[in-house]
């Protein structure tokens, strides 16, 4: 079983982005659904989004 992890930022109300290692992310809404993503896109992600 994968352990998917959200941020301690995220709201109360469940409104958040959750992370699941080496599978990718998903929405805390519906979490069936989830976006896969490599090591490297991952890398890449994070580096896109603190520019």
């Given amino acids: ?6 941020s301690s930022y995220s709201a109360s109300d469940g409104n958040c982005v959750e992370v699941g ?6 929405d805390s809404k519906a979490p069936s659904v989830a976006l896969p993503l490599t090591a490297h896109q991952w ?5 896109l989004i603190k520019r």
Avoid: A, V
């Fill in 1 to 6: 079983m994968t352990r998917w992890r959200k």
């Fill in 21 to 26: 290692r080496g599978l990718g992310i998903r």
């Fill in 43 to 47: 890398t890449r992600f994070l580096r």
